[in-house]
């Protein structure tokens, strides 16, 4: 990239300077999808008509379709249950340091697969049901810069917007910065409660625990601290009560120095330099895609568990009704979803819901694997 541009704040721990490797930015698909389309061009690539984003999963499934591929060269056979591994050494571990090319290994394997998924002998109906799958669990997603195209893509859901809707909301978003491939073995719970006081208002509590299952094991990029900036999107117009489990961070005094001469993108100046900042919390907040952002720093050491607590008031105030549309992190695995709502003033029902939800008493409960988004719609009566 040849323009020099300062990266988003939390990227600058490990550089001032935002590359298109890290413009995947934005929780918002199509507005990550612009930024590195910008930035491919600003590298001198030609200007695209449209990006596919796919994860490691995806990867894994179609190499069941395939079966095992020989990779002679490297000496290595990939297959569905060892390519997160193998591509991992590969890429981090193995590859040549004087020509530098990390990424060959995925490169050449890559055309490789394509073919054999693509050949007359595959297996087409698996291949349809399989990318169907990895659409549904967001691990794959669309982008088209044709405005017309990019709508269709969007009323059948595979460009993971940022979803709207007047009722409650919530996504929480991890981005490793510098804590080397360790989502791989962290696990997430997410506890969101919900009560309704007796003025009406809705108060929100989220407790978030994430489980550092590495440390001990023969692979050195999952033995390291999981290095985590989490950003919590809630309803526009929230307002917090106090926040729990962040850690701090403090900022290099040297940064300003580094970044003279560079330019600052538009899009991160309007998130960034509107921000509030609670510092008795160490979080901020900020706004984007139309929600109110929770944003800090959650540190876990291998073998260790951190929790994190947001508790804040929702923007309505409504008598009859609740609804909730609860999204997953694109690419996200191994996050556990609790719900559980209650009103002081009437008593609830489940009027529709994604997930199983039963009510105790005037309690109503859900909870299940986050592989898709959810939502429910409770009655109040």
Known sequence: ????????????????????????????????????????????????????????????????????????????????????????????????????????????????LLNRILSPQGDLGQLANLVGQAIEEKHMLFYLANEDKQELLSEIGVTGEVRQTNGDYLMVVNSNIGGKKTDGVMRENINHQVRQRADGKFVSTVTITRDHKGGNTEYEWWNDDNINFMRVYVPKGSKLIRAEGFDYRPRDPLLDERTAGFTRDNDIRSLEGNQIEYPEYDVVEQADANRTVYAGWVVTPPQQERTVTLEYELPFKEMNWYSLIMQKQHGSLSTNYEFDFSSARKRPRVYEASFDATREHDTIQGSMILRTDQAIGIELK
């Open 1 to 112: 990239l040849r323009d020099k541009i300062v990266a988003p704040a939390p990227i600058q721990e490990l550089t001032p300077r935002w590359f298109l490797r890290d413009s995947n930015w934005f929780p918002d698909f199509p507005q990550s999808s612009e930024k590195i389309m910008d930035f491919y061009e600003k590298t001198g690539g030609p200007t695209v008509d449209g990006i596919i984003s796919l994860t490691p999963t995806v990867i894994e499934r179609f190499l069941r379709i395939t079966g095992d591929i020989e990779m002679p060269e490297y000496g290595v056979t990939v297959n569905s249950d060892n390519f997160l591994l193998v591509t991992q050494y590969q890429t981090s571990v193995a590859y040549d340091r004087v020509e530098n090319k990390p990424k060959q290994f995925v490169a050449d394997l890559a055309p490789i």
